[in-house]
């Protein structure tokens, strides 16, 4: 069983940046591939960015690409999400997950553990 706890978000003006990070415990974080997923209220959740178990591969949503970056420290079973030149699309819930999947990272249906969300809010 992986607990995960996500932590960073808060309220930024629109252009600037936020660092997310998200903890995990009680499992072997580097068999995971990890990914970010937010949530407006009313809406269903989105996939933002993945990372694979190694690090070596990312992927991200259109929306996103190019203004975040997904990483991770197997050393410190986190994964970090850099949030740069944030507009209020990007305001949400923004969750954390892990996965035994090593492709299809972009479906929500693949992930089998989940933190309980951080706010991101951005304020234009």
């Known amino acids: 069983q992986v607990q995960l706890g996500e932590s960073g978000g808060g309220l930024v003006q629109a252009g600037g940046s936020l660092r997310l990070s998200c903890a995990a415990s009680?499992?072997?974080?580097?068999?995971?591939?990890m990914g970010w997923f937010r949530q407006d209220p009313g809406k269903e959740r989105e996939f933002v960015a993945a990372i694979s178990w190694s690090g070596t591969t990312t992927y991200y949503a259109d929306s996103v690409n190019g203004r975040f970056t997904i990483s991770r420290d197997n050393a410190k079973n986190t994964v970090y999400l850099q949030m740069n030149s944030l507009n209020s699309e990007d305001t949400g819930v923004y969750y954390c997950?892990?996965?035994?999947?090593?492709?299809?990272?972009?479906?929500?249906?693949?992930?089998?553990?989940w933190g309980q969300g951080t706010q991101v809010t951005v304020s234009s």
């Open positions: 009680g499992g072997i974080f580097s068999r995971y591939a």
């Open positions: 997950a892990a996965s035994l999947y090593v492709d299809y990272l972009k479906e929500v249906a693949n992930y089998d553990y």
